[in-house]
């Protein structure tokens, strides 16, 4: 199977198991907005968890606020966003279709990666185990041409980023003969800036009305509070504040499901530091957040950091934490140095002081910022995307399981009466009650045959069993979805089971804070 089927079959499989759906579905749904259903609440409300606890919870110098969407017009025109938040647009004239002009550069570099990659591979099979992969990169005339046309347009691509030339961004996409996907032709618009913000009004006649902006990020809500939130709660630098909530931007580009939406949510995370610091920080946050990807579990090798070609306005460093998605490596997170690029452009926009008297050192200064920012939905693709696992059986039989990380599954438990008489449903439901309050559990009602595969394709990692031996000895069979291992356990032991088996703690013990 190709990584573009595996995709087109977990798409399917979000929407048949209650995951993710098409926003508005019965008026034919709407370019870029899903809904979670059931069990992608669940799932995203796991993920939510297991972001807030390993920042607020587990960290005496980070709090966290909900700050609203909606802010004064004048925040983003300090933070930059009405003059700076833009993408660079081409259309192709011919299919009439429009394009990030970035994408299709950045596209057509990862195709030469492909390109080299299959000639390695190519070569490793001929030479077989006497192969050195670094000396045939070195030499192989092939190899070399494609790599150095590569790296020449990868320093024209950067330098046209960092000086916002539009034309020469053009001039690359015609330079590499990049056709449109639809019409096949290179017939293409000059490129234009776009600004991603959505407007709306705010006040109840047109005349009085204030034109206001959906967030595009969360950050700034924390910004403009820095201060109520450093006087109220005695922060002493270096500290940080975190949130999770909504955003908003018109992506044109907007493709591969829900990794780039237009209404989405982040978990963002400010850390205010003494300036001349950041660098140290943002070293240390990169590490830490990359561990608590890695603690997923899903393979080191899964994830890369990817340093900016283009600095945003605000940023002195940035790099990403990008995963291994089906289309390829992509970003999930962005850990920026931001310096006091907001807090002191929010000192000039509002004349408020927003300064923080540092009782070691007398002085009194704007402090830098060190952020972490993850989009909530690119990491529900994360996990589904490395958790959809087709298996064959032994005796032929086929699964489709979701290896979801047990502490992030929507479903812990499923209880299961063996048949429905004889006094099992009741006992299975006396076990989902006693679970209840802990964990999300569940009374699996359907046939016996289809209910172990029903909760493997939810992820559920444990189901327990009640059939006739249940009433006399009060056991029941507990079955682990990975390993479909199973094991008889007291009813009484089930709780501590489950609790060893999903807390968070398993993922929060392979994390250095
Ligand atoms: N405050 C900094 C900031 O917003 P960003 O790199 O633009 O930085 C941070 O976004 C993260 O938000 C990204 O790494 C990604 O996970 C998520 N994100 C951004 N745009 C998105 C979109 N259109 N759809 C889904 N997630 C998005």
């Known amino acids: ?238 500290f940080g504040i975190a949130q999770i909530g909504k955003a908003f931007r018109n992506e044109i580009v907007a493709r591969q499901f829900i990794f780039r939406m237009r209404e989405f949510e982040q978990m963002e995370m400010q850390f205010f530091v003494r300036p001349g610091t950041e660098m140290e920080w943002w070293n240390k946050w990169k590490n830490t957040r990359m561990a608590w990807h890695r603690a997923l579990g899903f393979g080191d090798d899964n994830y890369r950091f990817h340093d900016h070609e283009k600095l945003a306005h605000y940023a002195n460093a940035a790099a990403d934490i990008e995963f291994n998605f089906p289309f390829g490596f992509k970003e999930v997170e962005g850990i920026h140095s931001r310096t006091d690029f907001d807090l002191g452009n929010h000192e000039k926009f509002s004349g408020r002081k927003l300064r923080y008297f540092d009782p070691e050192t007398g002085e009194s200064y704007v402090p830098y910022v060190v952020e972490t920012s993850i989009g909530v939905d690119r990491m529900v693709l994360q996990v589904l995307s490395a958790a959809y696992c087709e298996e064959k059986l032994e005796g032929g039989e086929e699964r489709t399981v979701l290896r979801i990380p047990a502490a992030l599954a929507p479903v812990k438990a499923a209880a299961m009466p063996l048949v429905k008489k004889d006094g099992l449903p009741e006992v299975a439901q006396k076990i989902v009650d006693s679970l209840k309050y802990d964990f999300n559990s569940y009374d699996e009602k359907d046939s016996i045959g289809k209910r172990y595969r029903r909760q493997d394709a939810v992820g559920t990692p444990l189901c327990i069993t009640v059939d006739h031996t249940t009433l006399e000895d009060g056991t029941v069979t507990v079955r682990h979805r990975d390993t479909m291992a199973q094991q008889r356990v007291r009813i009484e032991e089930l709780h501590a089971l489950v609790d060893g088996e999903v807390s968070l703690r398993k993922l929060f013990s392979k994390i250095d804070l």
């Open 1 to 238: 199977m190709t990584q573009e089927e595996l995709f087109k079959k977990l798409v399917a499989h979000c929407k048949e198991y209650g995951f993710i759906f098409p926003s508005s579905e019965i008026y034919d749904g709407l370019g870029a907005v899903y809904d979670y259903g059931q069990n992608g609440v669940e799932l995203k409300n796991n993920i939510k968890r297991y972001w807030w606890d390993s920042m607020v919870k587990l960290h005496d110098n980070i709090v966290g606020i909900d700050a609203a969407i909606f802010m004064h017009p004048r925040t983003w025109e300090a933070s930059g966003h009405v003059g700076a938040f833009n993408d660079p647009l081409i259309d192709n004239k011919d299919s009439k279709k429009r394009y990030r002009a970035d994408v299709l550069i950045e596209e057509w570099l990862a195709k030469q990666d492909e390109k080299i990659g299959k000639e390695v591979e190519k070569a490793r099979k001929r030479f077989g185990e006497a192969f050195d992969e670094e000396q045939y990169r070195a030499t192989s005339p092939r190899v070399k041409e494609i790599a150095e046309r590569r790296d020449e347009i990868h320093s024209r691509f950067a330098d046209a980023l960092n000086n916002n030339d539009l034309a020469e961004l053009r001039q690359i996409i015609l330079d590499c003969e990049i056709v449109c996907p639809i019409s096949g032709t290179r017939n293409w618009t000059d490129v234009r800036q776009f600004n991603l913000m959505f407007s709306t009004q705010m006040g109840s006649t047109a005349e009085g009305a204030n034109t206001i902006y959906l967030r595009p990020e969360t950050a700034q809500g924390i910004f403009v509070n820095f201060l109520n939130v450093q006087k109220t709660g005695r922060m002493k630098i270096p």
